[in-house]
């Protein structure tokens, strides 16, 4: 299994800002993929973070609103940008390795107000 | 269209008293089913994998069957450490997790 961690655990955060949320790995992994959480919701799948090129972003999430990098296999970045409330959320790194199972991070609680 | 159904949304049980969760699929070829647990405010912990009908998996309290159209997550004698929401997942693609909204399982003492 797969060790992640994130990093902020928690952010409150003023309308327009944008936040960086960081998910490190402990062991190389191929696949990474970010997730938003809303108040009472299940998951979401925001987009899977590629390796050396450019994200994939599931319908209704855009590049601009959400960039993504991945400098290598253990580590991404999930920025929000120009926020709004309704970006309050629990975002989550997940990660799969050789098997087919995703593991996550303890999840970043984000408010904007 | 795929889609994962748990039932119930919640349930309340006394502690030692015996339940079990459901979570329906109607997602074509299935690649495997995912439980996870989450507690407020962490992220999901995994549980169990299973791949095809008949299979069973069990962890201390917790087994998790799988018939062609649903899984089941049984939970025996449970205690109050037991409380959690419940998770299960297909995946659409050789990554694309789709999740159930979660069965909220609360143990009384």
């Known amino acids: 299994s797969a060790v992640i961690s994130q990093k902020p655990s928690r952010d409150i955060c003023q309308r327009g800002t944008s936040l960086t949320i960081q998910c490190q790995v402990d062991?190389?992994?191929?696949?990474m993929f970010w997730y938003r959480q809303q108040p009472g919701q299940s998951l979401t799948l925001i987009a899977t973070a590629n390796q050396g090129s450019e994200a994939t972003y599931e319908s209704g999430f855009v590049i601009d609103k959400f960039p993504i990098s991945r400098p290598n296999l253990t580590f991404s970045t999930l920025t929000v940008s120009n926020m709004s409330p309704e970006d309050s959320s629990i975002y989550l790194c997940?990660?799969?390795?050789?098997?087919?199972?995703?593991?996550f991070g303890p999840g970043t609680r984000l408010t904007v107000l | 269209e795929d889609q994962v159904t748990q039932s119930p949304e919640a349930l309340r049980l006394q502690e030692g008293e015996s339940s079990s969760l459901n979570c329906s699929y109607t997602?074509?070829?299935?690649?495997?089913l995912f439980w996870y647990r989450q507690d407020p405010g962490k992220g999901p912990e995994f549980l169990f994998t299973l791949y095809s009908a008949g299979e069973e998996k069990e962890k201390e309290r917790l087994k998790a069957t799988l018939t062609k159209k649903e899984s089941f997550l049984h939970i025996t004698a449970p205690k109050p450490e037991d409380s959690a929401t419940y998770l299960c997942?297909?995946?659409?693609?050789?990554?694309?997790?789709?999740f159930g909204a979660g069965t909220t399982v609360t143990v009384r003492a």
């Open positions: 997940s990660a799969q390795g050789s098997t087919d199972t995703q593991y």
């Open positions: 997942a297909v995946p659409l693609n050789d990554y694309k997790l789709s």
């Open positions: 997602v074509s070829g299935l690649r495997g």
């Open positions: 062991s190389q992994v191929t696949m």
